[in-house]
């Protein structure tokens, strides 16, 4: 199946690795161009450097109020166009309510939530019909993940976000589409599976309650992300999209 992203021009930010950058791989793979982001600056070129000529990297952190402009003009002026972005942002600490601190709950909205809505707002005012606006979300947007509560504070709202501006955007031809990944087989995930007494345990039993019983690939992840940014899927537009191997069992 052709995706029609031959030469299409999009940003992923969070890619120098784990899901972003999966993301990122299946694009260029796919004939897209990328403009790939990371807040360490040798991490971005190696990564930039692995996917090859149609791929340039430019460190930047998601809750720098000057990434979005620079980002926009990176691809424009690299790859002389800009037809959509995918946003991702590591996942902000982990930890119970007693234990999250004002600084880690300022941090991860500075990042995970403002930092998303910026990009967003300013791919919103860059982008022609047939751009694409993706958000990496989580599956906490339906369900609260035990142990992040950060993450499951902040998570859902960017959902209602997106779903907000999918309706503002849709007359306009620009579409709004988000990810819900859940156990992916990235190096958070096992981080986190690794806080528990028993991180062979904790896999097993979180296998258990997956109707595939096993975790995702992160080239399982990067396929779909590639799919919903691409022409491919231009009728899709305002969903939340699990990638999860059927952890989540409601409709």
Do not use: C
Not at 139 to 168: C, M, Y
């Amino acid at each position: 199946m052709d995706l029609g992203l031959k030469d299409r021009v999009y940003v992923v930010t969070g890619a120098t690795r784990g899901l972003g950058n999966a993301s990122a791989r299946e694009l260029v793979a796919d004939g897209a161009k990328v403009v790939l982001t990371g807040r360490d600056e040798k991490r971005v070129a190696d990564a930039a450097a692995e996917l090859g000529p149609n791929a340039i990297g430019l460190a930047v952190d998601n809750a720098d109020p000057e990434a979005p402009a620079r980002l926009i003009a990176a691809a424009r002026e690299s790859f002389g166009g800009f037809d959509g972005i995918l946003i991702s942002v590591g996942g902000p600490a982990p930890g119970f309510v007693a234990d999250n601190t004002d600084e880690q709950w300022t941090s991860a909205f500075e990042s995970v939530f403002l930092g998303a809505v910026r990009l967003a707002r300013a791919a919103a005012e860059e982008l022609e019909a047939g751009g694409v606006i993706g958000f990496v979300l989580s599956g906490s947007v339906h369900e609260p993940i035990p142990g992040l509560t950060i993450s499951n504070g902040l998570r859902p709202g960017l959902a209602g976000f997106a779903k907000s501006i999918a309706d503002e955007l849709g007359p306009r031809g620009i579409r709004v589409v988000g990810l819900l990944p859940s156990r992916i087989d990235t190096d958070r995930v096992r981080e986190l599976d690794g806080l528990s007494a028993d991180p062979e345990a904790t896999r097993a039993a979180n296998e258990a309650r997956i109707p595939l019983r096993r975790y995702g690939t992160p080239e399982e992840f990067g396929r779909t992300a590639a799919f919903l940014l691409s022409p491919a899927a231009s009728y899709l537009t305002g969903i939340m999209l699990p990638v999860d191997g059927g952890m989540r069992h409601g409709f």
